[in-house]
C-alpha cells in the first residue's frame, strides 16, 4: 500500500522558512506524477499550493508564487516543498499528494502542521 510520509512543519516566526518533505514508502517517486502539495486553513478548504511534475515546469498557487519552492530529489526519494518569507495567512496543514502513474489514483500524506506567529 502506498504510503507517503510528511515531515518538517512546526511553528516559525513571520518572514521565517520551513522545509517540508514528503517521502513515499516502498515506493519510488518515479511512481508518481506528478507530486503537488496542497493546505488546509482552520475553517477553510483544502487549497491546492503547488505542483512539480516529473518533466516540466512547476506551478505555484499566485499566493505561494516568488515565496515557496517546490522540488524533487530522485537520489534521496523525496519530495521537498521550501517555504521563505512565510506570514500568518500561510499557517495551515500541509499535504502531500501524489498521482501514481501505476493505477491512475491521487495519493494523500498525512499532513503536517505549519503554523506562523506575528
Known amino acids: 500500500q502506498v504510503q507517503l510520509v510528511e515531515s518538517g512543519g512546526g511553528l516559525v516566526q513571520v518572514g521565517g522558512s520551513l522545509r517540508l518533505s514528503c517521502k513515499p514508502s516502498?515506493?519510488?517517486?518515479?511512481?508518481?506524477?506528478?507530486i503537488s502539495w496542497y493546505r488546509q486553513a482552520p475553517g477553510k478548504e483544502r487549497e491546492w499550493v503547488a505542483t512539480s511534475p516529473r518533466y516540466g515546469s512547476r506551478n505555484y498557487a499566485d499566493s505561494v508564487k516568488g515565496r515557496f519552492t517546490a522540488s524533487r530529489d530522485n537520489a534521496k526519494n523525496m519530495v521537498y516543498l521550501q517555504m521563505n518569507s512565510l506570514n500568518p495567512e500561510d499557517t495551515a496543514v500541509y499535504y502531500c499528494n501524489a498521482k501514481s502513474v501505476n493505477d491512475g489514483l491521487n495519493y494523500w500524506g498525512q499532513g503536517t502542521q505549519v503554523t506562523v506567529s506575528s
Open positions: 516502498g515506493s519510488s517517486i518515479f511512481s508518481f506524477d506528478p
